[in-house]
């Protein structure tokens, strides 16, 4: 299960919130830089479906990065999200 939201009180953040190989995380991705590493540009619907579109690799990514730090809610940095993007 995935659901994408965009958190009112931080606007400049895209939120995944999904059950990956049975844990529940939260992944927090910076918007100027999803939209730079994706190349989608403007509305939050958009962005939902670049998301969608890659979310294999963010969560692979999100896993990675739960298994380095034991935190649920998990960043991906600049670098993290330019090789979701390849």
Known sequence: ??????DAAQPGLIIVNLDAQGHDLSVRL?????EH???????????AQAVG???ERI???????????RQRCVILSKAELMRVAV
């Open 37 to 47: 590493t994706l190349g989608v540009h403007g509305a939050f619907a958009s962005l």
């Open 59 to 69: 969560q692979d990514a999100a896993l990675r990065k739960y298994q380095q730090t």
């Open 53 to 55: 579109r890659n979310i």
């Open 30 to 34: 910076d918007r100027a830089m999803l």
């Open 1 to 6: 299960m995935m659901q994408i939201v965009s």
